[in-house]
């Protein structure tokens, strides 16, 4: 019985130290992010607004014409955002994952696209909703 719950505590330590090792690949890998940009107009404002309404994003910031929508606070959900931001190039879309658990850095953030096992359902989940503007905007969609 001895040897079974030391197997049991060896194979858990294995599984943390292989989760924590691919968090810190892909936060390592400067994929943090998934970024796509088009032209900044009211329609695509608007379009985004609307959006985040049906899929259940928040408003968290408003600030210079940037503004960033969040889903989920850690408790019901894991963080996910969706932010605007006004350029030379057009209206920059990014979306992203937060986890300080797997990651020990607060407010880590993680592409819905980065590769591994991490977050993974939450990541897919994300995409899912993220994709659906991006096609309702003509950008291609999250990998």
Do not use: C
Request: hydrophobic share 40%; no cysteine.
């Amino acid at each position: 019985m001895g040897i079974l719950i030391l197997l049991i505590f060896i194979g858990l330590g294995v599984g943390l130290w292989l989760i924590r090792r691919g968090a810190s690949k892909a936060g390592a890998s400067g994929h943090d992010r998934d970024r796509a940009v088009i032209a900044d107009t009211p329609q695509t404002r608007a379009a985004i607004e609307r959006w985040a309404q049906a899929h259940g994003y928040k408003q968290v910031a408003n600030e210079a014409g940037t503004v960033r929508y969040q889903k989920g606070d850690g408790i019901k959900g894991q963080p996910t955002f969706l932010e605007a931001r006004p350029g030379e190039a057009g209206l920059s879309i990014e979306s992203w994952v937060t986890s300080q658990t797997f990651t020990r850095k607060p407010g880590s953030e993680m592409a819905l696209a980065a590769p591994g096992i991490i977050l993974a359902i939450p990541r897919k989940l994300a995409k899912r909703d993220h994709n659906v503007l991006r096609a309702e905007l003509g950008l291609p969609p999250i990998g």
